[in-house]
């Protein structure tokens, strides 16, 4: 089936530095899938911050960015200067593409960014 | 704004009793899903639907029941509610399209 997988749980940033969060995807059943990040600040609900439905495009939001890499299904999450503010846990996901609406998380990323 | 609301927020059942769990949406939106999430496994899907009367399984229907009435509800039901079933359940809705979906705030279920 289809999945997605975040290799790191936690990350801890210092405020300032660079930062990439790692997502890779598996979609068998789905040729070309759109990618999502979603983001959830402490206290807040579940929200998009970017998506991506075109193989080789990139998405930014909020200072972060995310390319669509289909030869290596990949579609990590990158910021080049972390701020305190940017502190939640962060979701990488896929759904189909034609037609398609199951949509299918990863385990997530805590992002800490150190004062 | 779109909006996502879940009832009960928080919940405490006893082993094999029955557990509903409600969300409603004023979105306007044709999908509906239900999440359930673990400590490091993220979102899970358990149901979902594209249409009011019909739902689907996701990835984890097991012990899990759906309902969808019309476009604006769905529920989740445990018929037989177990400890393993102990989780923050999420709803979430879908326009048409390229699948981005609104949250609702969580409904915490302890299965004791």
């Known amino acids: ?115 | 704004e779109a909006a996502v609301t879940q009832s009960p927020r928080s919940k405490v059942a006893v082993t094999g009793g029955k557990v509903t769990l409600s969300c409603h949406q004023t979105n306007n939106h044709d999908y509906m899903y239900w999440y359930r999430q673990d400590t490091g496994h993220g979102l899970r899907l358990i149901h979902y639907s594209y249409v009011a009367d019909s739902t689907e399984k996701g990835d984890i229907p097991d012990g899990y029941k759906a309902s969808r009435p019309s476009q604006e509800n769905f529920s989740l039901i445990l018929e037989l509610a177990s400890l393993s079933q102990t989780a923050v359940y999420f709803c979430a809705s879908s326009g048409q399209g390229a699948g981005q979906l609104y949250f609702g705030e969580g409904s915490k279920l302890t299965v004791l």
């Open chain 1, 1 to 115: 089936g289809d999945s997605v997988t975040q290799t790191e749980g936690q990350v801890t940033v210092s405020e300032s530095k660079s930062l990439i969060i790692n997502c890779t995807y598996s979609a068998t059943s789905i040729g070309y899938p759109n990618l999502f990040w979603y983001v959830r600040y402490p206290g807040e609900g579940l929200q998009l911050l970017l998506k991506v439905i075109t193989a080789g495009q990139k998405g930014s939001s909020r200072g972060f960015e995310a390319t669509y890499n289909k030869e290596a299904t990949s579609f990590h999450l990158q910021k080049a200067s972390v701020q305190e503010s940017d502190s939640a846990v962060y979701y990488c996901a896929l759904s189909g593409g034609t037609g398609g609406y199951k949509v299918v998380f990863g385990s997530g990323t805590r992002l800490l960014v150190s004062p």
